[in-house]
């Protein structure tokens, strides 16, 4: 019998609803005997429809974001070549080495906001000569009243010779942001001739090769701006779109496909996504062909659970949180998929085609100040096992997205919000975070096909009203014949059994990665580097219908071998 997806899903929620009612009455009323049920019924499905594809999973959602603010480029991937520190040519070498291992697909640089601050022609030529600037983020209270330190003034070390080799050394896309706010269309252009004009073509294509790369970095991803709807220039969607529209003309190409993300909205701000695309329509049609993708932003920032939308006010602590904090973070980063979902339908009515896709180039969680490693760390952050989940959380979303979402950096890659490394001198480590980019690298360049998760919700007192989130959720994807299923378990004490059903084929053999910790603070530090690492679980699942326990507060990744 053929059984169709809405059917299938519809039935499997009757039967789902109909078996957590029993349970809830066989709870309620300890002294009915429970017949229906031989054995007690699994509180939660997972169904694999192995047959319903949903679209490739682009490598780069797995993608990183490197801005030049506090310790993320000065003491986080530029040690410089003199230092005492392991580097290869100025770059910290214990980075790139733990970027290589988890397929790090691209890394934008320099911004952020320092973008539309930055001038390329600081960064290039001899290191020697290059000027000391203010940097973007100078004024932020960590570094303000310090010295001259490269977090607030700029010494330009760090350029795009230095960017270009440090995603070269990591296996990585460049992806770099251009600066609309405060230089001319110009320095744009010359940019790209600089990165990709053939050897020898140009005098820009010279000075390059007298940094030491004769060869072109044949950059194809290219930001016009960014946030331009606040730092990026505080323009409004139509400003921005005459802007974008005159950046994005006659860019010298050299043989190659260019793909300009366009600087897009922030959370929900769908007014933004309309002005932008009635804007560069009020050119025609054939405007909209230079946009490859949308930019969108997201953080999750207000923990204060409806108490204030104030940015400070709202944000919760990194280390030091009680549960509710946790569940709220979970509640923050799950609205994302609704406004992947918003910003979709509105770009839909500007691209009948749906070729222009979204670019979630900015996603993380955010917190107070006061977890940071060092006094310079603009931004830094402790990472904990909240993060780790919400990370899998995040990166599930865009598993389940591949129509819509063809790039994501998380922000940011080192000594920032939700970093997957830290370091300090000499001092360095992986966060959480990156063990979770290294489970579901798996997925990376898969065929994503639907998982519908049927689980009953957890219970949880959010100052003093009951309330509830989501026990588990994730995302699967085949390649060949091995299938990857992500699972996230929030709950903060409770392990969830499921019974896994493969529809369309069997399994022969698997594996279970865990990411788990009994502490929900658990972090690593430089004396414990790892104390949160993932560990295999025995577990040897064959046949259409597997079972497994998610352990709490977890993310697992289950590969399975299928015949
Ligand atoms: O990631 C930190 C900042 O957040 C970026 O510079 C900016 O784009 C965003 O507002």
């Known amino acids: 019998m053929t059984i169709t997806r809405r059917k299938f899903v519809r039935n499997s929620s009757l039967a789902l609803g109909a078996a957590l009612l029993a349970q809830k009455t066989a709870f309620a009323a300890p002294y009915f005997p429970t017949p229906h049920f031989a054995t007690p019924p699994f509180a939660a499905r997972i169904e694999v429809i192995l047959n319903e594809e949903l679209g490739t999973i682009s490598p780069n959602i797995y993608g990183h974001f490197a801005e030049n603010l506090g310790a993320v480029v000065y003491d986080g991937i530029w040690v410089g070549e ?16 733990a970027l290589q291992r988890i397929s790090s697909p691209v890394i934008r640089w320099p911004g952020g906001c320092f973008a539309d601050s930055y001038d390329w022609k600081d960064g290039v030529g001899p290191a020697a000569k ?3 600037r203010t940097n973007f983020w100078a004024g932020e209270p960590l570094v303000r009243d310090q010295g001259n330190i490269p977090q607030k003034y700029d010494p330009n070390e760090f350029g795009t010779n230095e960017f270009a080799q440090f995603c070269k050394l990591a296996g990585s896309q460049p992806y770099f942001a251009a600066n609309v706010r405060s230089l001319p269309a110009t320095d744009f252009y010359r940019w790209v001739e600089y990165c990709n004009s053939p050897a020898g073509s140009t005098t820009l294509a ?7 790369s004769k060869d072109p970095f044949n950059v194809r991803y290219w930001g016009i701006g960014n946030e331009s709807w606040g730092c990026g220039g505080e323009m409004t969607p139509g400003e921005y779109a005459t802007e974008y529209r005159r950046f994005a003309a006659w ?11 366009a600087s897009g909205p922030n959370d929900a701000e769908y007014k933004w996504t309309r002005g932008f695309f009635e804007g560069m329509l009020q050119k025609g049609p054939n405007s909209l062909n230079s946009i490859w993708g949308l930019s969108m932003h997201y953080y999750s920032w207000n923990l204060s659970r409806g108490r204030t939308r104030d940015w400070n006010d709202g944000k919760g602590d990194a280390v030091k949180f009680e549960p509710v904090e946790w569940y709220e973070l979970m509640r923050e980063a799950d609205k994302l998929e609704s406004l992947i979902e918003g910003h979709w339908q509105v770009m839909n009515e500007f691209d009948a085609k749906r070729r222009i896709k979204l670019v979630v180039d900015e996603w993380g969680p955010w917190y107070k100040p006061g977890s940071e490693v060092a006094p310079t760390h603009i931004l830094g952050q402790m990472i904990t096992q909240r993060d780790a989940v919400m990370s899998g959380l995040t990166l599930d979303i865009f598993n389940r997205n591949p129509d819509k979402v063809t790039m994501a950096n998380c922000a940011q890659l080192i000594n920032c919000l939700n970093s997957l490394f830290l370091a300090n001198g000499d001092r360095f480590l992986t966060t959480p975070v990156y063990h979770v980019f290294q489970m579901y690298a798996a997925h990376q360049g898969a065929q994503a096909v639907r998982a519908e998760f049927l689980a009953p919700s957890i219970s949880y007192d959010r100052d003093g009203k009951p309330a509830t989130f989501w026990s588990l959720k994730g995302s699967a994807s085949l390649r060949g014949k091995d299938l990857a299923i992500t699972v996230v378990n929030p709950d903060v004490s409770q392990p969830h059994e499921a019974e896994i059903n493969l529809l369309g084929a069997e399994a022969a053999s698997g594996r279970a990665t865990v990411l788990a910790t009994t502490d929900i603070h658990a972090h690593n530090t430089f004396d414990a580097p790892e104390a949160v690492k993932p560990h295999a679980e025995a577990w040897s699942p064959t046949g259409r219908s597997i079972k497994y326990t998610f352990a709490p507060a977890s993310i697992t990744l289950l590969q399975l071998k299928l015949v």
């Not at 010279?206 to 030491?212: I, K, M, Q, V, Y």
């Open 82 to 97: 003199n230092s005492k520190i392991a580097n290869v040519g100025g770059i910290r070498k214990s980075l790139v080495d």
């Open 130 to 132: 290059r000027p000391r």
């Open 206 to 212: 010279d000075l390059r090769a007298a940094s030491g």
């Open 251 to 261: 860019v010298p190409q050299y043989g190659m496909d260019l793909s300009f993300i």
